[in-house]
Nanobody
Framework: QLQASGGGLVQPGGSLRLSCKPS????????MGWFRQAPGKERGGISC????????YYEDSVKGRFSIIRDIAENAVYLEMNSLKPEDTAIYYC???????????????????????WGLGTQVTVSS
């Protein structure tokens, strides 16, 4: 089971830190991904990290603003979001699947249907 948290209302240019904490397994052995779904749009992958932590991927629209961080001691994955824009407004989800291999080219991260285990989402609203 995965639990995403940390969403909220933030002004443009602000920051948020989302958390994803699994229960029942150690995330150090699994790839993790962050996805989002805006109203009227399909769910899409924005950032993923490999099971080793050595490979990360960022979707172009968040590159340079978002960071995926894995904390083995806390058994958590975080999404640090800076310079938030209104177009970042969406429900954010974390996911994992032991059958995927995260690649730096986004070939896995961009496809939510490849990931089988999802947590409940957390709403992020960027508005003044």
């Amino acid at each position: 089971q995965l639990q995403a948290s940390g969403g909220g209302l933030v002004q443009p240019g602000g920051s948020l830190r989302l958390s994803c904490k699994p229960s029942g397994f150690a995330l150090r052995y699994f790839p993790m991904g962050w996805f989002r779904q805006a109203p009227g749009k399909e769910r899409g992958g924005i950032s993923c990290i490999s099971s080793s932590g050595s490979i990360t991927y960022y979707e172009d629209s968040v590159k340079g603003r978002f960071s995926i961080i894995r904390d083995i001691a806390e058994n958590a994955v975080y999404l640090e979001m800076n310079s938030l824009k209104p177009e970042d407004t969406a429900i954010y989800y974390c996911a994992t699947d032991d059958n995927v291999r995260v690649a730096g080219d986004g070939s896995i991260c961009r496809h939510p249907r490849l990931w089988d285990y999802w947590g409940l989402g957390t709403q992020v609203t960027v508005s003044s």
